[in-house]
């Protein structure tokens, strides 16, 4: 017998000594007419075996279109639903011991309009599956060498943007497994620019449901976008890759292989990068996978406790589109096993990530305060370089059909060091220079985080009735060590005063958090259930922030108290709730609240200050979704938290790192609440291809944590947390989208909006800044089998924001986006590819330099190789030199734009060979 650790091992024996469980299973569903949105009655369902296509039991459908089919045997079957005048629906089905399978509505399509609308091959070109939308892969035409992307391009309700991003009937993909499992972890595009095409079988859409409702039958509401990339059955048994290759002149390289070795159950794939032309990794959006430095807190529901989290960086996005010239180097490798007769499964990877970046930029801005402006100007130059080793692994256990043990890890450890140097200088309403400065700094540090979670779930023998065990530990650190130097002058009639700042800075923050959480589910009726839920969680948090002024010896020996702090903040929560959910085959609903008791002790220990605050909290929460066809839904859902300030926040010390932009914190803030409510509806016809939705949010929020800014007659500028009222966020967004079939041609519209109310005080005054961002967009495309492809996307916006302390000065400004990419297959295997984006940004009287960019990509080449598995081409990024990095924000009184150094033009020759080899077929490739 495994020997677990003795919590869980506790927790088994007790669990298992109910486990004794009756070896029947079952399948049930509904029949519908997709046509007519009716139920089908007296449609013959039949269960046959797999190996053999005996027949082992078969039903026919109620008035209501339902089947239930008990007392089944464990196994390996096919289902086959067949209706006169219906195509028939096949689906593989494996059911295990006393397992109940809902495969919820089958939708079956007249053979008519299927012949219509479908061009049939030896397989059908698209599919349902339940509420599963499945394409035949081999059905799509795409040119020789292409990557999944490419694939999934052609595939009717997928769009794929430039960036990797994709949007399935309307709803963005969070996550793309192959053959069910994930690939290099959260890493969508590892397999979607990097697979390649002719290696995958069937492309499957779907919602995944959380691990929760998967587990006890129970829809949470909560389902994440889906592919699921199935493999062809020869590419299991052999290995397949890409390599891609390019050098130019300037020190301009971009170089990229991996290689899949896939045998039965076990995968195994390596991947590696080295660039200067951008490239930093493989994926789209990981969500703050590696986290950051703990810049916030909020409620966590699988807890009911806070969470830190922060902001993503460079390692975050597959290019890098920061401010400076990149080099990047990285690496991975992915392995994943099942044994045991699948009751056991381990999926894990490792990374390595290397960023090393070196630029210039600019910055103009605009402060308000209630009597005067300020207009000011900022040159700086900075060099970065960071690197960072990650590991994530997944451990599952079926322990029997009733329980089963998840184990996961994930980590990283890493070093930055950066080196910046700025010129300031400020002007006041009149044109007269009111400061100038000069600043330097540089850091040296590390981060490490880890992260383990043990999930243990156990289904009683009453459906719906079931217990889930939580156990998570997270520790993260962050060290730095660096010095500011600077030299502030500020100039008035009666002359210049000059200010010095030459300080260590020493900075040491480590959090540690602790939960546990346990989880009953109870059946009250067929399709309502009850949720009972007790956590408790601990959060420490240790942040030394030291700064250190130069003696007359030389040394940095002087501690300066303004700028040092050395600050504990210790939250203990405990956390109960209790919610119904509403379980229907249309409809699903919950409400609900939990409710926190929480200690909060901050400890300033230089300054020998204790503070223990106690709260009680409820977090209410209502979800309503009701399904009206396969692929159409309704969401709408309400939520209300609180989220505690930060330890930066709370932390009494001055952080003078930009001694022209001092934030101090706030010891005395309070939490703040917020009311969140969304909707989303959506809804797509995979026949006739057309299809739309829409979605909204609207949050408030009491008590928000807020910057109040003070400026002095120089513009100086210093912020301190506070809690205020009357703020509020908006968002909403739509789109349609068809397939004029007589010009063969895609066409999708939409539109956005951005919204928001901003309180906070600026000079003691009350300052209220309005935003809104109305946005429409607009993208077509056309495609014709090795002749050319074409597409276009456009949008237009248009900005207006206001303050309340100065009406008289309100910022408006039109934005426009327009790319136009094309493809051309000319004879003798020459290609020619290129890629044009115009960026438009209006001029405003603060803002007045010709910021628009014309970029304009392309390559031409020629395939080679059996097959046209290998390409050499010629490409050129940027041919007008004309690009530029650029950004323009409106925050509360400050208005600012960023131009910054990047990539320009650059030519590179570069060799792609798309390699496979397997026992049945040989090489593709000589």
Known sequence: MRRLPAAISLLFLILASTSIQAQDASIKGIVSDTANAKKLENAVVSLLRRSDSVLVKFARTNKSGEFNMTKLPAGDFVLLISYPSFADFVDPIELKSNSNEDIGAVNLTLKAVLMKEIVIKQNATIRMRGDTVEY?????????????????????????????KITAQGTNVEKVLVDGEEFFGDDPTIATRNLQADAIDKVQVFDKKSDQAAFTGIDDGQSKRTINLKLKEDKKKGYFGKLDAGAGFDDKWNTSAMFNRFRAKKKFSVYGIASSTGKTGLNWDEKNTYGGGGDNMEYNDDFGGFMFFGGGDEFNNSNYYGEGIPKSWAAGMNYSNKYDDDKQNINGSYRFNKLHTEGVGNTISQSLSPDTVFYNTEGRRSLNSRFRHSINATYDW???????????????????????????????????????????????????????????????????????????????????????????????????????????????????????????????????????????????????????????????????????????????????GASFKYNGKKVTASAGSDVAFQRFNQEDIINSVSTERKYTNFYPRVNFAYKFSSNGRFNISYNGNTRQPSIQQIQPVADNTNPLAITVGNPNLKQEFRHSFNFNLNSYKVLSERGFYVYGNMSTTTDAIVQANRIDTSGKMIYQYINTNGNYNAYSGGGYGMKLKKLDLRVNMGFGFNGSKYTTMVNGENNVTTNYVPEINLNFGKFKEKKYEIWYNGSFGYNFSKSSIRPDLKTTYWTMNHNLYFNLQLPHKLEVNSNIEYNYRQKTEVFDQNNNVFLWNAYIGRKFLKNDKGLIKISAYDILNQNKGYNRVVNTNVLREDTYQVLTRYFLLSIVWNFSHNPAGGTATP
Do not use: C, W
Not at 139 to 163: H, R, W, Y
Not at 505 to 515: E, M, P
Not at 537 to 556: C, F, I, M, T, V
């Open 136 to 164: 035949s892969a081999d059905s799509f035409n795409v040119k020789p060498g292409a990557t999944v992307e490419d694939l999934l391009k052609k595939m009717p309700g997928i769009q794929v943007d430039k960036d990797g």
């Open 398 to 576: 079926m322990i029997d059909s009733a329980t089963s043990l998840k184990i996961t890890a994930s980590g990283y450890v890493g070093k930055q060091s950066t080196l910046s140097d700025f010129h300031n200088e400020s002007l006041n309403e009149f044109g007269d220079t009111v400061l100038k400065s000069i600043r330097r700094t540089n850091t040296d540090g590390d981060n490490s985080n880890l992260k383990t979670t043990a999930l243990l779930k156990h289904k009683f023998k009453k459906i719906g009735r079931t217990v889930s065990v939580t156990l998570e530990q997270q520790l993260n650190n962050t060290n730095s060590e660096g010095y500011l130097y600077a030299l502030v002058s500020t100039i008035s009639k009666t002359g210049r005063d000059d200010s010095l700042t030459n300080q260590l800075k020493q900075n040491d923050q480590h959090i540690n958090t602790l939960n546990g959480k346990i989880v009953y589910t109870e059946p009250l009726a067929k399709k309502v259930f009850m949720e009972l839920n007790y956590a408790l969680r601990s959060n420490k948090n240790d942040a030394e922030r030291l700064s250190y002024d130069q003696s007359s010896s030389g040394k940095y020996d002087e501690l300066n108290p303004l700028f040092s702090n050395h600050y504990k903040f210790d939250v203990l929560t405990n956390t109960t």
